[in-house]
């Protein structure tokens, strides 16, 4: 048997696994659920059925009234994410021999390698969630609203209050996470209606301030609101870097269904179907790195991001100016 050219290190892919990326949300926005095969099959419910009640009344020998679902059923498969890095033998080496250097810690190069890449893989899966998350083709034509001008919650004089709570007031299925680029967040927590709404007491308006992140939950009735931080270099290599934020200028309020572990389970805004782990190793033996020779490290996970429910969503596009 021929030796595999691809050798999952457990310590690599323990680190790849563990690791937590800073300020990334994006396994909080459309959380993982396993899937057993890399294709599978999701399913989508029209709200008609799920709101619509049937007569359940039954005679004493009559047949019961069966329900009639008109879920469609769609196929879809996982995707291949992963990158990896060449190590020289020289660097490996390198760091050997300062483990017989007292006092000096060296850096493990595979270990080092296989953070570095999980991160740039988080951040690619982060700005696909956004995306998605922050696309008005995600969500059902009621359910979205394109600010500008006075509307936006950069102004002083807009309500963002008035005009999310009653965007809730008209959705199906009330949602359960706000989700916010940092630059909305700062606007709506510092937005004086908001900080009035939190603070003021005994007819006494308070002025000035910012209101923290549980505040803003409690106010909207929310159980958690999350705020992208990710920043993306847009630029094509090797010219002068541009630098965006993943999350742009806009929010969403999503229904989550903690019940929900699967692609099929049932009425979510939306999932990641998750293949297997994600996994990082080494491939062998490259002779053309450098002149030792060297390996390369590779980490990488099988995903795909799904809406399942557009009626279970509502999206501010360009909240701020």
Do not use: C
Request: proline content about 5%; aromatic content about 10%.
């Amino acid at each position: 048997m021929g030796q595999a050219p691809f050798i999952i290190q457990p310590r690599l892919t323990a680190l790849a696994l563990s690791y937590r990326y800073l300020r990334m949300i994006a396994d909080f926005v459309l959380p993982r659920v396993q899937v057993d095969s890399p294709t599978f099959k999701y399913s989508t419910f029209t709200k008609e059925d799920a709101f619509t009640v049937p007569d359940t009344r039954v005679g004493p020998k009559s047949r019961t009234n069966e329900i009639d679902w008109t879920a469609s059923e769609t196929t879809a498969q996982t995707q291949d994410y992963a990158l990896e890095d060449a190590i020289p033998y020289f660097d490996v080496q390198a760091a050997q021999a300062g483990r017989n250097i007292a006092g000096i810690t060296p850096v493990d190069p595979e270990l080092r390698s296989t953070e570095l890449i999980t991160e740039l893989v988080a951040l690619d899966r982060e700005n696909r969630v956004a995306g998605l998350v922050f696309n008005l083709a995600s969500y059902a034509a009621a359910n979205k609203s394109t600010l500008a001008g006075a509307t936006q919650w950069s102004d002083p004089t807009s309500d963002p209050v008035t005009a999310i709570l009653t965007a809730f007031d008209t959705m199906i299925v009330r949602p359960s996470i706000g989700v916010f680029g940092r630059a909305v967040y700062t606007k709506l927590r510092m937005h004086p209606k908001v900080v009035s709404a939190v603070f003021s007491q005994g007819g006494n308006a308070a002025v000035g301030g910012a209101v923290s992140r549980q505040a803003i939950a409690d106010l909207l009735e929310l159980d958690a609101v999350y705020v992208g931080e990710g920043f993306l270099n847009t630029a094509k290599k090797g010219q002068v870097a541009t630098f965006s934020q993943v999350w742009g200028k806009h929010a969403a309020f999503l229904y989550q269904n903690p019940q929900v572990q699967g692609p099929q389970g049932g009425i979510t805004f939306g999932v990641t179907a998750q293949w297997g782990q994600r996994i990082a190793g080494t491939i062998g033996s490259d002779p053309t790195i450098g002149m030792r020779g060297g390996t390369r490290v590779r980490v990488g996970e099988s995903v795909k991001e799904l809406v399942l429910a557009t009626d279970a969503g509502y999206f501010f596009q360009n909240a701020v100016a």
